[in-house]
């Protein structure tokens, strides 16, 4: 949708008049101060948001401005301002001469802004854009194949019976034999399975 924002960036004020886009990262809308912008006819996304919520470690480094995100063993480093990323110990150019940048609406914290398709591309993780919603969509390609366990009940019978009880989002398969420890712990394994309790 049309915006008209007033940001903060570059140690200025700029009024912004582009566009402002939805943001679904493995099917959870994300809701940010600053919401995913086009600078350059790229879309930036808040970093933390969108990365952190697809499993990538993400560290900012205040005094050098350097970003660095970590996932699957893959190693990615930016800077703001600059068009030149590290992907491991490769150099590449980030297209169209966009660049990281720290921004900030009017009397909100700054947020860190990345091109959302090339640093979510670096990384191996999937982008798409809904155009009917204005949705901008990042996805772990794994993601779909992965259980999610979103609920459970456990009853204990007696001193021999314990029965779990799990409601996920797709039939289970692989589930290993309970195993009742030393340390009177009950425990099975549910491979490929995310945990989406409250």
Do not use: W
């Not at 993601?143 to 996920?168: H, P, Q």
């Not at 009742?180 to 995310?194: E, G, K, Q, R």
Request: aromatic fraction near 10%; charged fraction near 20%; charge should be negative.
């Amino acid at each position: 949708q049309a915006a008209t924002l007033m940001l903060q960036y570059d140690g200025e004020t700029h009024e912004y008049t582009g566009s402002t886009f939805g943001l679904l990262v493995n099917n959870k809308e994300i809701k940010t101060s600053v919401e995913p912008l086009i600078f350059n006819e790229y879309a930036l996304v808040p970093i933390r948001e969108v990365f952190e919520a697809v499993g990538a470690t993400v560290k900012y480094l205040d005094l050098s401005q350097q970003i660095f995100i970590e996932y699957n063993n893959i190693f990615l480093r930016l800077k703001i301002g600059s068009n030149i990323a590290y992907v491991d110990a490769d150099e590449y150019e980030i297209p169209g001469g966009v660049t990281p940048m720290l921004i900030g609406v009017e009397g909100s914290d700054a947020k860190t802004m990345v091109p959302v398709r090339f640093v979510s591309e670096s990384l191996g993780f999937l982008v798409d854009f809904d155009e009917e919603s204005g949705t901008i969509i990042v996805e772990d390609p794994e993601f779909n194949k992965k259980v999610t366990l979103i609920s459970y009940n456990c009853s204990v019978y007696d001193d021999l019976t314990v029965t779990m009880e799990l409601k996920t989002d797709k039939e289970l398969s692989g589930v290993s034999k309970p195993v009742y420890t030393d340390s009177n712990v009950l425990y099975f394994d549910v491979p490929n399975a995310i945990h989406n309790l409250n």
